[in-house]
């Protein structure tokens, strides 16, 4: 199955660079990596254009203008230039794993969307992660990054488990799965058929309504959070704000209540609709 990798970012070159060594010794080659770019400087570009000379998959970058938080609509756009018929979403901030696509393609199945997980990490460890240590993928053992800094269990759990233990985990675990930002697929006609992503919404869970949507079409989430492991670096949030999450929860609560399936302010705009703020 040939696959499109959505990966999202703003003026996070030191982030982004790790996740492009990381999705360069993927396992798995047919994929295409899409840079869904929300506005970032030039340094941006410059890195991914270096990259994209010698990457052992197409490797391209879409970039609107920077007029603040505009995440959804960058995303909406990937999504619809995606020339594989099955999606990958996840951040400029997640490094995957040398299975990470592999394990997405063999889960993948019609009707269904996937829900992985993420192991977060402190600022420290994010910041002394080197191109060595993802090539190498030590940066993925739990005993080389206790040596760092701290590690939660449920960060160690999912690195450690190996397949069986994975798949005892995910068909145990109380989590519903979700649609996130980090590390989720789906195939293309399900995302088209919701309209993408509600471009109303800012940071604080555009994903999930996403999702719901999704739940609402009759496509429904698989957990694959301890199989699909990506490693989440550390940042400042500080495009998160009370209004923002407000008026989401607000879109997400009436998406619940009324079942929603398809959202005016997707890909396919509806006429007469008030601009986005």
Known sequence: MK????VSTYNAEKWLEKVLIGYSVQTYKDFELIIADDGSR????ELIDRYAENYPVPLRHLWHEDKGYRRQEILNIAIVEAANEYIIMTDGDCIPRKDFVAVHAKFAEKGRFLSGGYCKLPMS???VITKEDIESQRCFDVNWL??????GFSQTMKLSAGPVLATVLDNITTTTPSFNNCNSSGFKEDMIAING????MKYGGPD??????LENFGVKGKQIRHKAVCLHLDHARGYKTPESLAANLAIRKEVKEKKIKWTPYGIVKEPGLPPVS
């Open 3 to 6: 696959i499109s990798v959505i």
């Open 42 to 45: 030039a340094s941006t570009k």
């Open 125 to 127: 460890t994010s910041t």
């Open 146 to 151: 206790k040596k760092q800094d701290k590690l």
């Open 197 to 200: 992503y509600d471009e109303r």
């Open 208 to 213: 999930r309504e996403f999702g719901e949507r």
